[in-house]
């Protein structure tokens, strides 16, 4: 016979349970662990009620099992052995002893015992359930009272706690305001069209060694342009008159070429402090809520408060105001000049009194704009009217009502699954 070779057809299969339970494991090791009193009432072949397992009129008497000789104690009808009988259920002292039970032959044999020796702490006449835990378990443990106002403390602490970063931006947004402002009134100034419409306007006063308003025009708008592009000392110093002559000395190239530097230092501060103007700007709009409106109504109130103070120190004594303001720039005996030099004759004491109130003038109207666009009122702090105050009020005690549900959750998950069980 080899492996090929075809079963019989009327081969039966061998008999492999000799206890004729269909139902019971073939090996030990695949038995459930609560099946102890059965084995051991295999093993020493034992009755339900103690004595030894021999049955008279069989061949149990020759050393077999009660199982094995086709009479189990649960088929006799025992009433120990019977599944659902009330000794069975209700534990009876031998079982609970430890006796063995039963030759377990079968597996409602096993489920006898298994409870039979469960304690009895079940009311008679009620089986054993399992209990799942339920979803809302959790919720029903409450923690202690100091442990829930310390998270609420902690909770309204957050609230309260602002962020440092936006109050930084906002700082920097209002101290950057009027330095940008002064820049660009600066540039304003610095232009051809300022110094077109000072030489064309009227009481402008006039050259007196021969400068024409056209030649005014023409050398100022030399120098002007030259504190703008990037050009050399040349660019000034090898310019000429009608006559021939160089029209800047050396000194006064000097003296330009020390303006034009701080002017271009002036112009790049002001181009970074705008950059970052723009990134805080962007930063608070994103991370506060009207944050750009608070550096912005700061910073224009810092800039009439600096704009009106020096306004005052010019008008108090604008010689003295001038002269100092070119010693913080500018090295001692650098910036003087004669009556008959280009310099003074291109750009007279009025034109630097002109330029400065032109400036401050410039810096105000910015300044009063903005604090007038940025002013805080009620609408723009987000407050609502007094006729809307007992709305708020209402839907803060919604707010309240919603919290203190959120709160009693256990309770009332409880009381939902108490009942959906009494509904069950």
């Known amino acids: 016979m080899t492996e090929k070779t075809p079963t019989p057809p009327n081969r039966q299969d061998p008999h492999l349970d000799p206890a004729d339970d269909t139902a019971e494991p073939a090996f030990d090791w695949m038995k459930p662990a609560g099946t102890g009193a059965g084995t051991a009432a295999n093993a020493q072949g034992t009755t339900p009620a103690g004595h030894t397992s021999p049955v008279p009129g069989t061949d ?62 079940e009311p008679q006449g009620r089986g054993t359930h399992f209990r799942e835990p339920l979803p809302t378990s959790a919720l029903q443990v409450r923690p202690p009272q100091d442990e829930v106002e310390r998270r609420n403390a902690e909770r309204e602490l957050a609230n309260n706690t602002k962020p440092v970063l936006p109050r930084v931006m906002q700082v920097l947004l209002a101290v950057f305001y009027p330095l940008v402002l002064l820049v660009l009134a600066v540039r304003a100034v610095a232009s051809p069209l300022f110094l ?22 023409t050398y100022g708008s030399y120098a002007v342009d030259y504190l703008s592009n990037w050009s050399g000392p040349r660019y000034l110093g ?75 120190l010019a008008a108090l004594g604008w010689q003295q105001f001038f002269t100092e303001f070119h010693r913080i720039f500018f090295a001692n005996g650098t910036w003087t000049f004669a009556l008959d030099d280009t310099l003074i004759r291109l750009f007279p004491g009025q034109f630097w009194v002109d330029s400065g109130i032109v400036i401050g003038a410039l810096v105000l109207i910015a300044s009063v704009a903005t604090l007038i666009l940025t002013w805080p009122t009620r609408k723009r702090r987000g407050l609502a009217r007094k006729t809307n105050d007992k709305d708020t009020d209402a839907q803060d005690a919604s707010a309240t009502d919603s919290e203190a549900g959120t709160t009693d959750l256990p309770d009332a998950a409880q009381r939902r699954t108490r009942g959906n069980s009494a509904t069950v």
């Open 60 to 121: 149990a008497g020759k050393g077999q099992p009660a199982a094995s000789a086709g009479i189990p104690a649960s088929r006799a009808g025992s009433p120990a052995s019977r599944a659902g009988s009330p000794a069975s259920r209700a534990g009876s002292p031998a079982s609970q002893a430890g006796t063995p039970v039963s030759q377990a032959g079968s597996r409602a044999d096993r489920k006898a015992a298994e409870s039979a020796v469960e304690p009895a702490a």
């Open 196 to 217: 077109w419409v000072e030489y064309n306007r009227p009481g402008f006063p006039g050259d007196g060694y021969g400068f024409s308003a056209d030649d005014r025009m």
């Open 238 to 312: 090898e310019l000429v008159n009608r006559s021939g002559d160089a029209l800047f000395q050396e000194g006064e190239v000097s003296h330009m070429a020390d303006v034009k530097l701080v002017i271009l230092s002036t112009f790049g501060g002001g181009a970074l402090l705008i950059l970052l103007g723009i990134i805080a700007i962007i930063y608070l709009r994103r991370r506060s809520t009207g944050g750009v409106r608070r550096g912005l109504f700061a910073g224009s109130v810092a800039t009439l408060v600096i704009i009106l103070g020096l306004g005052t």
